[in-house]
């Protein structure tokens, strides 16, 4: 829209295709967007905007309350509020005009327990318009979409609500004449046939994919084809035209996946503001079956709608936790249904409809069941039907869950795969996309090819993102090429792999032993490959191997010897290769013992985790006390690991190895030193500090390590170079790794397809790769930078640790490294100003450490604050400096100035070691947190603001007195 306003677009004499500019605006911008839904008769929410309280209640009154306040450009709606009444109205008016920084607040019509529903349409230029699907939100609306489970098709609306809504839809986007896809959202009166418009969004959008993949109807690609001046009827889907409007004769659930489990500290209320990192989808007959199948497909500790915490909550507060919307409401609700509330109460609470409190209680009741009819087959096939996992049966039965997919097996329940054609069967078609549910007719059709399973990722979260989807994607298409069926199972609506024309068979289905079982028995692989999934498709090696599953590439054995801390130092041991000095232990006065044995400060972490879940460096006894009593679980299943922390820079390989051969096309270096987890660091390829024997002997270590674990295809080792260049091993990822996309584009050696032609049998020296790294050095510097969504997230502290936060990330590349910087920081979008003001406030530890960055900031020209100790020090070392009062002083100065939007960047380090601990809420996170809830580019590690300077003395001329 930018390149079209400023004319780039006619200068370049490009023509915009699909909807036009302003189609866009009209639906994009708020006014002219309610002048169009006023023109044809389109209700939207009364709003007017208010500057003061007088304002605000005649606003009120017009409009009639109840009421939103929304105060204009604060973050997630802080200040906000509803008011019944007004009084309500004065007492959060008063807060919300003070909190906006403009003074400005936007009083409009509550629509708080309307139920939430939208439409998927898309139109052509001849003005065919369709409704692709519509979807419901479980939750009302308050919640925002994102955040919210959602069915497929809507499930509560009567024929005449379901009509009057979809006539809304269409009569919108004809008026808005959009080309192509298009999502709009109403609110509906639950007691009446009212409703209003709540948004459009004028193009593709995330709903558009879960559409997508819920009816096979693939909105982007028709949308691109009605863009490039097709009409609906020209293009085909399978053996029917576009301009048919699809047939869901199933259930489709979404749930969200929020990160949530990494940040206890986190505020999980949910509000408009999305907090979802990613969401799994399900599909099944019922909304029973399809609720539990998206229950267990979420990799949050659930394999059912049952959670361990709710069940030591009171009634009481179990019903006080269901009034606001968290990410686990669903949960609380099925436990007070256990207990024997009426689902009355809870939809009055919640003002979620009766029918899926209905569905929820159906599962509850399916439960007692159960419990009552041990071993029954008839209650064994009609929890199947539910959705019911073995495992769940097994704990209501007291059996183990092998034991009931026995029992289950001997008296033939078992899955069928129906087809998701977009028209129930209305016409012959074949699209190989399939899901399970227990009844007759099985519509998966079984060649006699060759097949290889690939194993996808789930739902991204932090830790694991579209960057495994990437390794999935490659795998399939070389699996393909090499001649071979190549069958996808994965969850996830968001990713590639899970759009059937990628593979030549798509599962979608929860990656669970059970479930992924159900499809290997019936397609009979030639192998599945567990090592291009993360950390899901590897948890799912052992427990399919146990079961004789053909586990390709690295095995399950190769797995254990990378991934056990004992199997993996006697690996290190034989090979004489070093690492941190440490211990796993399994009681918590061991990890005492070990840590004192190794000496403070420690990394501690849970073993078999990934993005560094529950890693913390802990500087004395009394911290490391406090972490094993509430971080981790400990017991002999779950060792924690207390390693010696030591401070290095930190560096990072992925390889290929085929059992005689390793290839290593490239050595990642990475800005932060050890203690900020690699996925939160910048990555720089080639490295920009190693001398060429660290090279060596990383490349010696990588190799050696490779052949003596057995990896066969892709792996990624992490490394710690100390101040004396001794080189010492971080760990073995025997899998693809986060970084595979990265290096690959980097260094041009598809690393995906390498592997996966090393775990199909072709080696490394048949592929051509017959050294260990490349000859020539790169002509252009590459950049890696993590993305934040610090923003979305209340409540938790954004200091850089061993822990992941980061969501995603972004490239730059060019032929000077602090250009190639420049290009990373702006796309991960962090706004790089040369100019403005330091709110600086140090550790005493990195003072000295931090002077002559300080200085260089200084000398471009920019004001330094300081909180008083580091201001004094500053001046000491002659940098003007002014000081803030801390917020121990009782002092709101440093908030004061960040919230003045004249501050660029906050530079916040803080020391382990001081009283208080880790988890003290101090100063520094109250700063943290303003610098995040006022868009302030806030670092915490000095490694980041050395590279920051190096990018802006390059664009900076340099400013000094006369």
Same mark, same amino acid.
């Given at each position: 829209m930018q390149l079209e306003k400023k004319g780039i677009l006619r200068e370049c004499q490009v023509?915009?295709?699909? #909807? /036009?500019?302003?189609? !866009? *605006?009209?639906?994009?911008?708020?006014?002219?967007?309610?002048?169009? @839904?006023? +023109?044809?008769?389109?209700?939207?929410?009364?709003?007017?905007? *208010?500057?003061?309280?007088?304002?605000?209640?005649?606003?009120?009154?017009?409009?009639?309350?109840?009421?939103?306040?929304?105060?204009?450009?604060?973050?997630?709606?802080?200040?906000?509020?509803? $008011?019944?009444?007004?009084?309500?109205?004065r007492e959060i008016m008063k807060n919300a005009l003070k909190l906006s920084p403009v003074h400005q607040v936007l009083v409009e019509k509550s629509i708080r327990g309307y139920k939430e529903i939208e439409y998927e349409v898309i139109r052509d230029a001849n003005d065919t318009a369709i409704t692709v699907c519509n979807m419901e939100n479980l939750d009302p609306v308050g919640i925002h979409t994102g955040d919210s489970i959602v069915v497929c098709p809507s499930q509560t609306l009567t024929n005449k609500e379901y009509h009057l809504l979809r006539d809304s839809a269409l009569r919108i986007i004809r008026a808005l004449k959009i080309e192509g896809g298009c999502n709009v959202q109403f609110a509906l009166d639950p007691q009446s046939f009212r409703y209003y418009v709540i948004e459009v969004n004028p193009r593709v959008s995330r709903s558009s994919a879960l559409a997508s993949k819920a009816s096979g109807y693939p909105i982007a690609r028709v949308s691109a084809k009605i863009a490039v001046g097709m009409t609906l009827d020209e293009i085909r889907i399978a053996n029917t035209p576009a301009s048919f409007e699809p047939t869901l004769d199933y259930v489709v659930t979404k749930m969200p996946r929020f990160p949530f489990d990494k940040f206890a500290d986190a505020n999980n209320r949910l509000s408009t503001q999305m907090k979802a990192t990613g969401e799994v989808m399900s599909i099944g007959r019922t909304m029973?079956?399809?609720?539990?199948?998206?229950?267990?497909?979420?990799e949050c500790g659930v394999y059912h709608l049952h959670m361990k915490k709710f069940d030591a909550f009171t009634t009481t507060d179990l019903l006080a936790y269901i009034k606001d919307g968290t990410d686990d409401r669903?949960?609380?609700? *099925?436990?007070?249904?256990?207990?024997?509330?009426?689902?009355?109460?809870?939809?009055? !609470? #919640?003002?979620?409809? /009766?029918?899926?409190?209905?569905?929820?209680?159906?599962?509850?009741?399916?439960? $007692?069941?159960?419990?009552?009819?041990?071993?029954?087959?008839? $209650?064994?096939?009609?929890?199947?039907? /539910?959705?019911? @996992?073995?495992?769940? !049966?097994?704990?209501? =039965?007291?059996?183990?869950?092998? *034991?009931?997919?026995?029992?289950?097996?001997?008296?033939?329940?078992?899955?069928?795969?129906?087809?998701?054609?977009?028209?129930?069967?209305?016409?012959? /078609?074949?699209?190989?996309?399939?899901?399970?549910t227990y009844a007759d007719e099985n519509e998966s059709v079984i060649t006699d090819r060759k097949k290889i399973i690939v194993l996808g990722a789930g739902p991204i979260r932090i830790g694991q993102g579209v960057e495994f989807d990437y390794s999935t994607v490659h795998a399939v298409m070389t699996i393909k090429s090499h001649g071979c069926e190549a069958i996808i199972i994965n969850n996830n609506p968001e990713t590639v792999s899970t759009d059937y024309t990628c593979s030549d068979k798509?599962?979608?289905?929860?990656?669970?032993?059970?479930?992924?079982?159900? !499809?290997?028995?019936?397609?009979?692989? =030639?192998?599945?490959?567990?090592?291009?999934?993360? +950390?899901? $498709?590897?948890?799912?090696?052992?427990?399919?191997?146990?079961?004789?599953?053909?586990i390709i590439g690295t095995d399950k054995e190769a797995i254990d010897r990378a991934e056990n801390r004992d199997a993996f130092e006697k690996v290190l041991t034989s090979l004489?290769?070093? +690492?941190?000095?440490?211990?796993?232990?399994?009681?918590?006065?061991?990890?005492?013992?070990?840590?004192?044995e190794i000496g403070y400060p420690v990394l501690v972490r849970p073993s078999f985790v990934l993005g560094g879940r529950a890693m913390q460096i802990v500087a004395n006894e009394e911290q490391l006390r406090h972490y094993l009593k509430t971080a981790v679980e400990i017991d002999e299943d779950k060792p924690v690991l207390v390693d010696k922390y030591i401070v290095g820079r930190e560096v990072e390989v992925d390889a290929v190895c085929d059992g005689t051969d390793v290839f290593v096309p490239g050595i990642m270096e990475l800005v932060e030193r050890t203690g900020v987890h690699s996925g939160d660091s910048i990555s720089v390829y080639p490295p920009f500090t190693l001398n060429d024997t660290v090279k060596e002997t990383i490349l010696d270590y990588t190799k050696r390590l490779g052949l003596a674990i057995g990896i066969i295809g892709l792996f990624n080792i992490q490394f710690i170079v100390d101040p004396d260049n001794r080189v010492y091993i971080i760990e073995v990822n025997p899998r693809s790794s986060r970084t595979v996309p990265f290096l690959s584009k980097a260094t041009g050696c598809n690393l995906a397809d390498i592997g996966t032609l090393v775990i199909l049998g072709v080696s490394l020296k048949e592929q051509g790769y017959d050294k260990l790294y490349p000859d020539t050095a790169p002509e252009k510097w590459y950049v890696k930078v993590p993305a934040f969504s610090f923003s979305k997230l209340r409540g938790m502290d954004v200091y850089l640790s061993p822990e992941m936060k980061s969501t995603g990330e972004a490239i730059g590349y060019d032929r000077k490294m602090t250009r190639a910087l420049y290009k990373a920081l702006q796309a991960s979008g962090m706004q790089v100003l040369n100019y403005g003001t330091i709110l600086v406030t140090l550790a005493d530890r990195d003072k000295e450490e931090a002077l002559p960055l300080i200085r260089r900031f200084y000398n471009m020209g920019f004001n330094i604050e300081a909180t008083h100790g580091t201001a004094m020090f500053l001046k000491a070392n002659g940098i003007r400096t002014r000081v803030k009062k801390k917020l121990n002083e009782g002092s709101e100065e440093i908030l004061d100035s960040i919230r003045g939007g004249y501050v660029t960047y906050v530079i916040n380090t803080r020391d382990l070691s001081a009283s208080g601990g880790m988890n003290t809420v101090s100063d520094g996170v109250e700063i943290r947190r303003c610098a995040v809830e006022n868009g302030v580019t806030i670092f915490t590690a000095l490694d980041t603001v050395r590279v920051l300077l190096d990018v802006l003395e390059e664009i900076t001329m340099e400013v000094s007195a006369i």
């Open positions: 023509e915009l295709l699909g #909807t /036009s500019s302003d189609s !866009i *605006a009209r639906a994009e911008d708020r006014e002219l967007f309610k002048e169009l @839904c006023e +023109q044809i008769g389109e209700p939207v929410c009364p709003s007017e905007i *208010a500057n003061s309280i007088e304002e605000g209640v005649r606003a009120a009154e017009d409009i009639g309350y109840p009421v939103v306040l929304r105060p204009a450009f604060t973050l997630g709606g802080t200040g906000g509020g509803f $008011a019944d009444n007004e009084e309500e109205l029973e079956e399809s609720l539990l199948k998206a229950v267990r497909s979420l669903v949960f609380a609700i *099925a436990e007070l249904l256990r207990r024997g509330t009426d689902v009355d109460t809870i939809c009055k !609470i #919640t003002k979620i409809d /009766s029918f899926f409190v209905d569905k929820i209680h159906n599962i509850v009741r399916m439960e $007692a069941y159960l419990e009552s009819n041990p071993c029954d087959i008839k $209650a064994l096939r009609a929890a199947k039907k /539910s959705g019911f @996992c073995d495992r769940e !049966i097994g704990e209501l =039965w007291n059996m183990t869950e092998l *034991a009931v997919t026995d029992l289950r097996k001997e008296h033939g329940i078992l899955p069928v795969y129906k087809m998701i054609d977009t028209c129930a069967s209305e016409f012959d /078609s074949y699209i190989p996309y399939f899901y399970s798509l599962y979608f289905e929860p990656l669970t032993p059970e479930d992924v079982m159900n !499809i290997i028995d019936i397609e009979k692989p =030639w192998g599945v490959i567990a090592s291009l999934g993360g +950390q899901t $498709a590897i948890n799912l090696a052992e427990p399919l191997a146990a079961r004789g599953v053909r004489g290769i070093p +690492q941190p000095k440490g211990h796993a232990v399994t009681k918590l006065e061991d990890g005492v013992r070990a840590a004192a």
